[in-house]
């Protein structure tokens, strides 16, 4: 259904990828869209098909892009907070070349192609945000690429818990000293870093033991942020953070303090 409520927050979040000057923030927080409200695990995109003739944008909840093996077997090759275009890869194409679903309950944005391209081809500030929105996308599916193919299970474990958390944070969704709860079971994150869900089990629990960080069910708090991210060999060059919001300007030693921390 319609609302009359507009996109601000997301026309705020593309005006830290390009300068827009006023009437191209108005722009794109007046497009006309409608909203549903979709279960966990339901497909937003499917392999194979046509893509909708409107493009959906995530308001709330977390996604995932996935690809599929001939016999089934899942590889998840990115997360998507709100405030992220789901299908703007297809904007152009005409079959889906990999399947997208809702990872949590979420709320969903559906905005026409249409008006999508008319601003991209109308107004250059707007297009130059989309296509550095889009250049940041592949840059964190190679940093995705180099976990699965080159580090090991531990370093795997402990980047995405690193990605993640700076991520939620930049998009609001936890705060400086809060727990982390991590938004995928332990079956999904085997799936994004290519491990068995009971390989993740026993790398979890070892981090854990190792005061990197502490849990508790879905849970997580970072104990310690330093000695995680050099475990996971996480360095956020591939975030591109000087192109984000200037929420990342705290040093990253700062962001999660266990509450008991002296």
Not at 182 to 198: H, I, N
């Amino acid at each position: 259904m319609s609302t009359p409520a507009n996109l601000a927050f997301f026309s705020s979040r593309m005006s830290d990828r390009a300068i827009l000057s006023y009437s191209d923030s108005e722009a794109l927080a007046a497009l006309p869209h409608a909203r549903r409200r979709v279960n966990a695990n339901a497909y937003i995109i499917r392999e194979g098909e046509p893509p909708r003739s409107t493009c959906a944008l995530l308001i709330s909840g977390l996604a995932f892009r996935q690809k599929l093996t001939a016999d089934g077997a899942r590889q998840i090759i990115s997360v998507h907070l709100p405030g992220e275009l789901l299908d703007l890869q297809h904007l152009f194409l005409n079959i889906a070349d990999h399947s997208v679903q809702t990872l949590t309950e979420a709320v969903i944005a559906d905005i026409a192609r249409d008006d999508l391209e008319s601003l991209m081809l109308e107004r250059p500030a707007i297009a130059r945000a989309f296509w550095v929105d889009s250049l940041i996308e592949a840059s964190i599916f190679r940093e995705w690429v180099l976990s699965v193919g080159r580090r090991d299970a531990r370093a795997r474990i402990a980047h995405i818990l690193c990605e993640l958390a700076v991520r939620m944070r930049g998009a609001g969704l936890i705060g400086d000293s809060e727990n982390f709860v991590l938004p995928m079971t332990q079956e999904q994150l085997g799936d994004a870093t290519g491990l068995t869900s009971v390989h993740v089990n026993r790398t979890i629990k070892a981090l854990a033991a190792e005061g990197l960080i502490k849990h508790s069910g879905r849970s997580i708090m970072i104990a310690n942020w330093k000695a995680l991210s050099q475990v996971g060999d996480f360095n956020p060059l591939y975030l591109h953070l000087d192109q984000v919001s200037p929420r990342f300007a705290v040093p990253m030693d700062t962001l999660f303090v266990s509450p008991d921390a002296s």
